[in-house]
């Protein structure tokens, strides 16, 4: 799906044809998902933590409300970007203060998730670089538990570890794609061939999803071999620090070794 996206190939049916329950990153920044592919796939990927929604002209409040109703553990937003996500990240804001439960307590210091009863109870920081002034306040008075376009620190105002995939600077979905040739989204600025007329005898075009499914696989089944050694040689080296570190088990190591030299002898 990142290549997809990367190719701007990205769109209704290419994101729910891959979508599945154990995602936890969505980027679908400049693409052309609109609020009916991410209905499809809040309600599919309801462990999402981090989205990335800026440039996509098509996603409206609707959209947003969906991931936000389904999506409980939000803890990262992306939006902005180009006019059209501007005006949807300001309509969004009512979405995104939390609605609470108990409204005893003093101050947001002792509130706890369960007396956050709606809105995005769990987002911690949001990243819109051209955030306008007002925005910024309303936030800041009713979401003060939001940091707003965190900078690249190890802790936040709040004293939390500020994410990588809460720093605009990095693309949400960087680290699902650094170990893949960049070459290999780069086709889509490739020269465009004169297209051939359809040969009736040739086999039916796979569809794009299901490439991008089946490139998968086979990169998978490619890096197999090398996870497996990769674990047999971090299981040889835990055995082996095992037995320097506990004597007993050196011990235990040592009384087998020389019993099978005097068996040997």
Same mark, same amino acid.
């Given at each position: 799906?990142?290549?997809?996206?990367?190719?701007?190939?990205?769109?209704?049916?290419?994101?729910?044809?891959?979508?599945?329950?154990?995602?936890?990153?969505? /980027?679908? !920044? =400049? $693409?052309? +998902?609109?609020?009916?592919? *991410? &209905?499809? @796939?809040?309600?599919?990927? %309801?462990?999402?933590?981090?989205?990335?929604?800026?440039?996509?002209?098509?996603?409206?409040?609707?959209?947003?409300?969906?991931?936000?109703?389904?999506?409980?553990?939000?803890?990262?937003?992306?939006?902005?970007?180009?006019?059209?996500?501007?005006?949807?990240?300001?309509?969004?804001?009512?979405?995104?203060?939390?609605?609470?439960?108990?409204?005893?307590?003093?101050?947001?210091?002792?509130?706890?998730?369960?007396?956050?009863?709606?809105?995005?109870?769990?987002?911690?920081?949001?990243?819109?670089?051209?955030?306008?002034?007002?925005?910024?306040?309303?936030?800041?008075?009713?979401?003060?538990?939001?940091?707003?376009?965190?900078?690249?620190?190890?802790? /936040?105002? !709040? =004293? $939390?570890? +500020?994410?990588?995939?809460? *720093? &605009?600077? @990095?693309?949400?979905?960087? %680290?699902?794609?650094?170990?893949?040739?960049?070459?290999?989204?780069?086709?889509?600025?490739?020269?465009?061939?004169?297209?051939?007329?359809?040969?009736?005898?040739?086999?039916?075009?796979?569809?794009?999803?299901?490439?991008?499914?089946?490139?998968?696989?086979?990169?998978?089944?490619?890096?197999?071999?090398?996870?497996?050694?990769?674990?047999?040689?971090?299981?040889?080296?835990?055995?082996?620090?095992?037995?320097?570190?506990?004597?007993?088990?050196?011990?235990?190591?040592?009384?087998?070794?020389?019993?099978?030299?005097?068996?040997?002898?």
């Amino acid at each position: 799906m990142s290549i997809a996206r990367r190719r701007r190939l990205l769109n209704d049916e290419v994101l729910t044809s891959l979508a599945e329950s154990s995602w936890e990153i969505l /980027d679908i !920044s =400049g $693409s052309d +998902v609109t609020d009916a592919g *991410l &209905a499809t @796939v809040a309600n599919v990927c %309801s462990n999402l933590r981090a989205v990335d929604i800026s440039r996509c002209e098509k996603v409206t409040t609707s959209g947003v409300s969906e991931i936000v109703c389904h999506c409980p553990s939000l803890e990262i937003l992306r939006c902005g970007g180009c006019p059209r996500s501007e005006v949807t990240a300001r309509r969004c804001l009512d979405l995104l203060k939390p609605k609470l439960n108990n409204l005893e307590e003093d101050s947001w210091e002792e509130l706890n998730t369960l007396d956050i009863g709606g809105g995005a109870e769990s987002l911690k920081w949001l990243v819109w670089p051209k955030i306008d002034d007002n925005s910024k306040e309303t936030l800041a008075a009713e979401c003060p538990r939001v940091t707003v376009n965190p900078q690249p620190s190890l802790f /936040d105002l !709040s =004293g $939390s570890k +500020v994410p990588v995939e809460a *720093l &605009a600077s @990095v693309p949400l979905d960087h %680290s699902i794609v650094e170990d893949i040739d960049p070459k290999t989204w780069a086709v889509s600025a490739a020269p465009r061939r004169p297209v051939a007329p359809p040969n009736p005898n040739a086999p039916p075009e796979i569809p794009i999803a299901e490439r991008f499914r089946l490139a998968y696989v086979e990169r998978e089944a490619r890096l197999a071999p090398k996870r497996a050694k990769r674990e047999r040689q971090q299981r040889r080296r835990a055995e082996r620090d095992y037995m320097m570190n506990d004597i007993d088990a050196r011990s235990m190591a040592l009384a087998a070794q020389a019993s099978r030299n005097l068996r040997k002898s």
